[in-house]
């Protein structure tokens, strides 16, 4: 099986439009690039960072397999394109004051595939990176080469989510376009939202619900405090999108839906939050919006699996046993 892919290129001059346009989950392409993405298609691959290529991205595809080293941020597509009604929004689109990318649309950000060597790409992944930067290229990539890459980024699932695409229009104005948990691959980022966003349920949880006596415990559930002899469990998810849904694991779910204390855990959602580079070259993250799940309980009409572990209980005379060879 296939999926349809669009590979962009963004040169260093506007490698801050990246950062933006993943944090916030929207993306956009010049119109006179425009029928690329009218073509139906599910995934974005943007190439933000090449290294190794002498005089730059203008080389021949022979020179990218042998030298070339690039980074690669993976996105879902997660609705239909805008063209009209559009205002500035990229850092660049802001300090020129003039709309440049004039066919938007909704991604959630999957993965960074950072500094891979060229030749471990798929060679028709690679043609299209090779010549993105004079347009965006569209082709049909194997999703077992898609899972590859995501898979290379630490992503652990056994198939590709879903692409949402019944969405018809998406904002206009600076705000996230999707409302999911989303991932990301660099366990930095990942460890500054999940921190923020613990340290902020703490501060809440404390000074505004009576809660004291904070315990980061981890797994099956984030915080553990106590009040007059009670205790009370909390799982925390922090995100830099809107939040309205989120990952659990099975684990999670069985904790909340059952454990030792008979007890229900609250679920504490920190959405929004923003990330910078520190001076170390890690992250900080800051702000967000705190929303607090009394007695949070997973209904089954709200989960939706990801990945199936299937036992092998085939009859044994229908299995062929070949053995090592």
Known sequence: MTVRVVVTFVPKKATANVEWGLRKQIWGI?????????????????CSEVNGLPHGPRAHA???RDRASLTLHIARRDSGVVTEGLLPLWPDELESGEVRYTHRFAISSFAEVAQIAAAELPEDLLQAVSIAHAKPRYLELADDDLLRLLEYAGWDATELPSVP??????PSVPQRASGGQGFTSDPRKRKAVELHAEDMAIDYLERVEGWTDAVRVGKPYDLKFTRDGAEKRVEVKGTTGAGSS?????????????N??????????VSGIELAR?????????????????NYLPADEELRPKQFEADLTTAPDSVVHVGSW
């Open 246 to 258: 989120i990952f659990l694991t099975v684990k999670e779910v069985e904790h909340a839906r059952g």
């Open 62 to 64: 022979d020179l990218w």
């Open 278 to 294: 520190s001076d170390d070259g890690g992250y900080v993250a800051s702000g967000g919006r705190l929303a607090h799940y009394r």
């Open 165 to 170: 695409l019944g969405q018809d229009a998406i």
């Open 30 to 46: 010049p119109e006179r690039h425009g029928p690329v993405v009218e073509a139906p298609f599910e995934w974005l691959v943007i």
């Open 260 to 269: 030792e204390t008979g007890q229900p855990i609250d679920l504490v959602v």
